[in-house]
């Protein structure tokens, strides 16, 4: 019966784990800041996954970390060009599953891949305030990720036609 719906935790050192354990079943808390912690790819990765999951009670829709920030008043968020890990992808894509203020986003030739692709899925599935998305340049989005024969260039193997990538994004538009 928590009423905090603000933590700041910028500046300590605190790990992705900790943080789980603090938030996997928070009712309350809206907004983040975890600028300058330790929390890494992995701790990132794993509280997007907690945000995007459908049984997840916690309505955390703002964030401040070392990559981004999506605050109360924040209407577009450009990326184009900047690599995102797949971490800060996936948390990106938890924080924005409620956000009610993002309008425009812009994920041009950040690196996005079909895993990443399918937490955009749940993203955009849920939320119905975005009406801009660029996903240009991301060709990750539709190559396997495997190892797969003749990588390179001028290799004979077939490039991969792999689109899971596209076919999750495109069911997130159809529930949109």
């Given amino acids: 019966e928590c009423a905090l719906t603000k933590l700041d935790v910028s500046g300590n050192p605190m790990s992705g784990s900790m943080l789980m354990r603090a938030l996997k079943f928070n009712h309350s808390l809206t907004s983040l ?6 929390v890494d790819d992995d701790g990132m990765r794993a509280l997007g996954e907690l945000l995007l999951a459908p049984s997840c009670p916690c309505p955390m829709k703002l964030l401040a ?26 948390l990106l894509f938890g924080i924005l ?13 950040v690196g996005i891949d079909a895993a990443a ?30 190892g797969g024969e003749g ?25 949109n």
């Fill in 65 to 90: 970390c070392d990559h981004y920030e999506v605050l109360e008043d924040t209407q577009q968020l450009d990326f184009s060009g900047k690599a995102l890990s797949s971490g800060a992808l996936t």
């Fill in 117 to 146: 692709a399918k937490s955009l899925e749940v993203a955009i599935s849920t939320n119905h305030t975005i009406g801009t998305l660029d996903l240009r340049g991301n060709a990750k989005l539709w190559q396997y990720g495997g």
């Fill in 151 to 175: 990588g390179g260039e001028g290799g004979g193997g077939a490039a991969s036609d792999d689109q899971s990538g596209l076919e999750a994004i495109a069911r997130g538009l159809l529930l």
């Fill in 33 to 38: 800041n975890v600028c300058g912690t330790e």
């Fill in 97 to 109: 599953k409620l956000n009610e203020s993002v309008t425009s986003l812009n994920l041009s030739s």
